[in-house]
């Protein structure tokens, strides 16, 4: 099955900064990537996707980009704020699958 | 909001007893898939249904079992249960089409053995 690891898993970064967090995955027929955030006492909420036939997807101050060669996938987030802070979590989809298969997630807090 | 709900939010029962979880899915979404997040494990998927019928099963125990109805609600049972069984669980849905994965997420129920 499917082996996503994810990195770091906590990251403290100055409110304005970026952050980054890394993934990658084992099944290279993987091909839909998600990545999740999850604030505290609620459920993972879908914050933006890419698929294997593009490399880079953006979205206002969040960006993804996938490295299908070396099967890994990085979540961007640039000019970060107070709200910004929760457990992020990235994941992947082989193409004959739907269950999710999950990294084990980074707490992110930004720093004001 | 997802538009996924999740009854109860929170529910506290005894080693040995048996627990029902509820799920209504996203309006238009077929299928519903059960997840188990806990401190050591993360999250795991346990089992999906589209449409009524199972479609795939994950790392579920045999204690557990899971149904969806012909309104498409899903019911997650536990019975059985021990210590370990305390987590959070989640319900996510997704729209009917092949070729979308997007899954969206309840807000969950935090089950506690004791």
């Known amino acids: 099955g499917e082996n996503v690891e994810q990195h770091p898993s906590t990251l403290s970064v100055q409110e304005g900064d970026s952050a980054v967090i890394k993934c990658t995955y084992s099944?290279?027929?993987?091909?839909?990537f998600p990545w999740y955030k999850q604030e505290l006492g609620k459920g993972p909420q879908l914050i933006i996707d890419i698929r294997s036939n593009v490399g880079e997807k953006k979205d206002q101050r969040i960006a993804v980009t996938l490295n299908k060669t070396a099967k890994h996938f990085s979540l961007h987030i640039t000019e970060t704020q107070p709200e910004d802070s929760a457990v992020y979590f990235c994941a992947a989809i082989p193409s004959n699958d739907y269950k999710l298969s999950f990294g084990a997630g980074t707490t992110v807090t930004v720093r004001a | 909001d997802s538009g996924v709900t999740q009854t109860p939010k929170h529910l506290i029962t005894a080693t040995g007893q048996r627990v029902t979880l509820r799920c209504s899915p996203r309006s238009g979404d077929l299928s519903v898939y059960w997840y188990q997040q806990s401190l050591d494990q993360g999250l795991q998927f346990l089992i999906q249904?589209?449409?009524?019928?199972?479609?795939a099963k994950g790392n579920i125990l045999e204690r557990f079992s899971a149904q969806q109805f012909p309104d498409l609600h899903s019911e997650l049972n536990l019975s059985s249960l021990e210590l370990g069984d305390s987590a959070l669980y989640f319900c996510?849905?997704?729209?009917?089409?092949?070729?979308?994965?997007?899954?969206?997420f309840g807000p969950g129920t935090r089950l506690t053995v004791t």
């Open positions: 996510a849905s997704s729209p009917t089409s092949g070729v979308s994965y997007e899954q969206y």
């Open positions: 249904y589209y449409n009524g019928e199972e479609r």
């Open positions: 099944d290279s027929a993987s091909n839909y």
